[in-house]
């Protein structure tokens, strides 16, 4: 049975860090496209960052996010890492971890169904 754990979320103020954690059980992640992606109270999920292990370990990240964020896996570990620097009150989401095949679609236009297997998610909140 496949599972994806995230883990991590917390409240801290602005300027801070943080760091998620994304623990798979029943899949090998570095075999998958790996992806974050959140959303806020009332607004759609978004991708924030993808992670390509057939590229390479290539990412790619939203405008957003850019420059602030890193994503990263840990193929002896079997987890994705989302490290979260400057964090801005408009990072308050709650984050979710995703797996696929291929090239991911962090605008999510094909829906949620396109990627294989998501993870529950944890919050973040960001104070200012």
């Known amino acids: 049975q496949v599972a994806l754990v995230e883990s991590g979320g917390e409240t801290v103020q602005a300027g801070g860090s943080l760091r998620l954690s994304c623990a798979a059980t029943?899949?090998?992640?570095?075999?998958?496209?790996m992806a974050w992606f959140r959303q806020a109270p009332e607004k759609a999920r978004e991708g924030v960052a993808a992670?390509?292990?057939?590229?390479?370990?290539?990412?790619h990240y939203s405008d957003s996010v850019k420059g602030r964020f890193t994503i990263s896996l840990d193929d002896a570990k079997n987890t994705l890492y989302l490290q979260m620097n400057n964090l801005k009150p408009e990072d308050t989401a709650m984050y979710y971890c995703?797996?696929?095949?291929?090239?991911?679609?962090?605008?999510?236009?094909?829906?949620?169904?396109?990627?294989?297997?998501w993870g529950k998610g944890t919050l973040v909140t960001i104070s200012s």
């Open positions: 992670f390509y292990s057939y590229g390479g370990g290539s990412t």
């Open positions: 995703a797996a696929g095949m291929g090239r991911i679609d962090l605008s999510l236009s094909r829906g949620e169904s396109a990627l294989d297997y």
């Open positions: 029943g899949i090998t992640l570095s075999a998958y496209s």
